[in-house]
C-alpha cells in the first residue's frame, strides 16, 4: 500500500494552533488527524523544534509543545514628548518588516493609534509598548498608568456606570478630546486585528474576529489601561476593506456601525426598560446606518422595544436601523410594537 502524501504546511500550523492551545496531547492529534504513525508525528514535532517554530518542556509521554518567541521588544517610554510614530519605526516596524504588506499595514495603523490615545488621554507618566512574533500570530500591547479609559469616558461623558463606556467605544465616533481626535482608532483598530482587548479596572472590552464585541467583569482593579491586539501573520485583511466597510456608498466618511446590542444588557439583567433604550441609542445620530447586531441577546422587553424600533425611529427618520442576529422572541417583540405603528 502507498504511503499517503502528508501536507507539510498543513500539518505544521495545525501544530502551532494546538501549541497556542496548550500544547498537550499534539502527537497523539497528528496521528489521529493525519493518519500518520506515532514515530512520523514525532518527527514532524522534532523538525518544527529544530526550525524554532516550538518549543518542547517536560517528559517524553506528557511533553508538551509551546510556541517558541521568534522576536520580542518590549520597552517603555516617558510619555512627556513622546511621538508615536518614533515608537512604531523604533521597536513595532522591525518586528513584522518581512510579513506581507497588509498585515504590515494594519500593525502600522493599530500599533500608532493606540500609542496615540495613551499620549493624548492617559496622563501617565509613561506609556509602555510590547510586540512578541511567533510562528503563526504577532502579538503588541500598549499600556498607561493613568485614570484608566473607562472611568475617563464616564466622566466625561456623564454616564452613570463604567460599565456604558465600553457600549460607547463599541458604537464608534467617541472621544473625550474631540478637537483633536475623530473617535475612529479604537473602532477601526478593533475590526482590524483577529482579536483586541482592553483591560482597565475590573472590566475588558473584547473584539474577537469569531464572537464579536462583549464586555467581561473580573475582580480585581487594574490600574491604568491595557490594550491587546493579535494577528495571524498570513491575515488577508486589508486595512481599507474595513474602512470602507462602515463607509457611505461612493463616500469615505464614517457613516455606518455595527452596535452589540448586548453590550447594553448587564450580568443578571434582561432588556426591558425604556431607559436601557435609551442608553443604547444615545449618539446613534452621528451615523446614517446602525446596524443592530442582536448576538447573545435571547428577549427583550416591550417598552425597549417600543423606544428603540417606534420612539426613536419615529424621532429618527434619517437614520436607518438595521436589525441582524434576532432570535425568535425577539422577532416577534419587534413585530408586534412595529404592527402598532401601521
Known amino acids: 500500500m502507498l504511503a499517503?502524501?502528508?501536507?507539510?504546511?498543513?500539518?505544521?500550523?495545525?501544530?502551532?494552533?494546538?501549541?497556542e492551545a496548550g500544547g498537550k496531547n499534539v502527537a497523539a492529534a497528528l496521528v489521529s488527524e493525519f493518519h500518520i504513525s506515532r514515530q512520523a508525528a514525532n518527527r514532524h514535532l522534532m523538525q518544527l523544534v529544530k526550525d524554532g517554530d516550538i518549543v518542547p518542556s517536560g517528559l517524553t509521554k506528557a511533553r508538551i509543545y509551546q510556541p517558541a518567541i521568534k522576536q520580542e521588544v518590549t520597552q517603555s517610554f516617558p510619555r512627556e514628548g513622546?511621538?508615536?510614530?518614533?515608537?512604531?519605526?523604533?521597536?513595532?516596524?522591525?518586528?513584522?518588516?518581512?510579513?506581507?504588506?497588509?498585515?504590515?499595514?494594519?500593525?502600522?495603523?493599530?500599533m500608532t493609534e493606540m500609542i496615540n490615545n495613551a499620549i493624548d488621554h492617559s496622563g501617565s507618566p509613561s506609556i509602555h509598548v510590547a510586540i512578541r512574533r511567533t510562528a503563526l500570530h504577532t502579538l503588541g500591547w500598549v499600556a498607561d498608568d493613568g485614570e484608566g479609559i473607562f472611568l475617563k469616558i464616564q466622566r466625561a461623558l456623564g454616564l452613570a456606570d463604567p460599565r456604558e463606556s465600553i457600549l460607547e467605544l463599541a458604537k464608534g465616533k467617541l472621544t473625550t478630546d474631540p478637537k483633536n481626535?475623530?473617535?475612529?482608532?479604537?473602532?477601526?483598530?478593533?475590526?482590524?486585528?483577529?482579536?483586541?482587548n482592553i483591560f482597565s479596572g475590573n472590566l475588558r472590552f473584547l473584539h474577537d474576529d469569531g464572537s464579536r464585541d462583549f464586555l467581561v467583569e473580573y475582580p480585581g482593579d487594574a490600574p491604568g489601561t491595557f490594550v491587546f491586539m493579535k494577528l495571524a501573520n498570513?491575515?488577508?485583511?486589508?486595512?481599507?476593506?474595513?474602512?470602507?466597510?462602515?463607509?457611505?456608498?461612493?463616500?469615505?466618511?464614517?457613516?455606518?456601525?455595527?452596535?452589540p446590542v448586548r453590550l447594553a444588557q448587564y450580568e443578571g439583567e434582561k432588556l426591558v426598560s425604556r431607559s436601557q433604550?435609551?442608553?443604547?441609542?444615545?449618539?446613534?445620530?452621528?451615523?446614517?446606518?446602525?446596524?443592530?447586531?442582536?448576538?447573545?441577546?435571547?428577549?427583550?422587553?416591550?417598552?425597549?422595544?417600543?423606544?428603540?424600533?417606534?420612539?426613536?425611529?419615529?424621532a429618527h427618520p434619517a437614520i436607518d436601523l438595521v436589525p441582524m442576529h434576532m432570535t425568535a422572541a425577539v422577532q416577534d417583540m419587534t413585530n408586534r410594537v412595529l404592527a402598532g405603528t401601521n
Open 4 to 19: 499517503m502524501k502528508i501536507d507539510k504546511q498543513a500539518l505544521r500550523k495545525r501544530v502551532l494552533l494546538l501549541a
Open 82 to 110: 513622546l511621538a508615536e510614530d518614533v515608537v512604531w519605526r523604533s521597536i513595532g516596524a522591525p518586528v513584522v518588516k518581512d510579513l506581507p504588506e497588509n498585515v504590515r499595514d494594519i500593525w502600522h495603523y493599530g
Open 181 to 196: 481626535h475623530t473617535g475612529e482608532g479604537i473602532f477601526f483598530s478593533s475590526k482590524m486585528f483577529d482579536s483586541f
Open 234 to 259: 498570513d491575515s488577508t485583511r486589508i486595512t481599507n476593506d474595513v474602512f470602507y466597510k462602515f463607509a457611505a456608498p461612493d463616500e469615505l466618511t464614517f457613516d455606518k456601525t455595527v452596535v
Open 277 to 314: 433604550a435609551k442608553r443604547l441609542t444615545a449618539r446613534f445620530e452621528k451615523f446614517k446606518t446602525v446596524i443592530l447586531d442582536f448576538t447573545g441577546v435571547e428577549s427583550i422587553g416591550q417598552g425597549f422595544a417600543d423606544e428603540l424600533f417606534r420612539v426613536f425611529a419615529t
